[in-house]
């Protein structure tokens, strides 16, 4: 009986780790992203979005075969009092971190992403804001006009 009950746990633990992941990666974005060590954050959110840009920058000592958890699409977090979607509220944070490093062309495509998904109203701004630091002013003003409507 004791062997069953020490061959699920092992066979439990590890899944119990995997799920954790993303999370652990959000909550260490969070911090770096606090302390506005954006480019830290931008590494830790895009790990959240994608588990294999994190297993493609490790070294590991054996071969293993690459695999991607899905983020959970239903799942809701409540951040500065605005409940949104996992995915909507990581993008808003990879594009705030790409904006805040100036690399304002990653940044017109993950607002472009935001302010189609109307979690974040204001981000309709800040990519008008991206998109004039890129020099498409016609599509700026749009988005402004957008924006003010």
């Not at 633990?13 to 830290?40: C, G, N, R």
């Not at 840009?53 to 239903?74: C, D, F, T």
């Not at 002013?137 to 924006?147: P, Q």
């Amino acid at each position: 009986m004791r062997k069953i009950v020490y061959f699920s746990l092992i066979l439990l633990i590890p899944m119990q780790v995997f799920s954790q992941a993303k999370t652990a990666w959000l909550y260490l974005a969070d911090e770096h992203y606090k302390k506005a060590d954006y480019a830290s954050a931008l590494v830790n959110y895009l790990k959240v979005l994608d588990d294999s840009v994190g297993m493609s920058i490790a070294v590991l000592p054996y071969e293993s075969a690459m695999s991607n958890q899905k983020l959970n699409e239903k799942k809701t977090i409540e951040r500065n009092n605005r409940k949104v979607t996992l995915r909507d509220y990581t993008n808003h944070q990879i594009a705030m971190c790409y904006m805040y490093t100036a690399d304002y062309n990653h940044a017109v495509e993950h607002f472009k992403l935001t302010s189609e998904n109307k979690s974040y109203p204001e981000d309709i701004y800040y990519y008008g804001v991206s998109l004039m630091n890129v020099k498409k002013y016609e599509e700026a003003i749009a988005a402004f006009e957008k924006y003010i409507a």
